[in-house]
C-alpha cells in the first residue's frame, strides 16, 4: 500500500501562484509515476501533469508553461508549482501514484484550489 498526504492548496486571485506538495509514504519503493489531477464541480478527473521517479515528464495542454512538476525521490514527495493562475484552474486536485509489482493506483484526500477573477 502507498498513502498520500496533500499540502498547499487554497485561494488565490488570478495571475498568482500556488505550490502543492505531496508526500507518500508505505511501499514507495514500488512507486513509478506521481502526479496531479484536478476535478471540477461537475466534471471529470483529469491529468494536470505526471513524472515519472526517473524524470520524465507529462503536462495537459492547459497547464503547459504555467505548471511545473518536479519530484524528490529522497523524500518521495513530489510537487506542482502553478503559476500564471486562471478562474478555470479552480478544481480539487488530487496527487495520484502509480505502483509496479502489482499495479496499483493510489489516490491523496484532494486539496481545493479555488482561483478568483
Known amino acids: 500500500q502507498v498513502q498520500l498526504v496533500e499540502s498547499g492548496g487554497g485561494l488565490v486571485q488570478a495571475g498568482g501562484s500556488l505550490r502543492l506538495s505531496c508526500a507518500a509514504s508505505g511501499s514507495t519503493f514500488r512507486v513509478n509515476y506521481m502526479g496531479w489531477y484536478c476535478q471540477a464541480p461537475g466534471k471529470q478527473r483529469e491529468l494536470v501533469a505526471r513524472i515519472s521517479r526517473g524524470g520524465s515528464t507529462n503536462y495537459a495542454d492547459s497547464v503547459k508553461g504555467r505548471f511545473i512538476i518536479s519530484r524528490d525521490n529522497v523524500k518521495n514527495t513530489v510537487y506542482l508549482q502553478m503559476n500564471s493562475l486562471k478562474p478555470e484552474d479552480t478544481a480539487v486536485y488530487y496527487c495520484?501514484?502509480?505502483?509496479?509489482?502489482?499495479?496499483?493506483?493510489?489516490w491523496g484526500q484532494g486539496t481545493q484550489v479555488t482561483v478568483s477573477s
Open positions: 495520484n501514484a502509480e505502483a509496479i509489482g502489482p499495479t496499483g493506483y493510489y
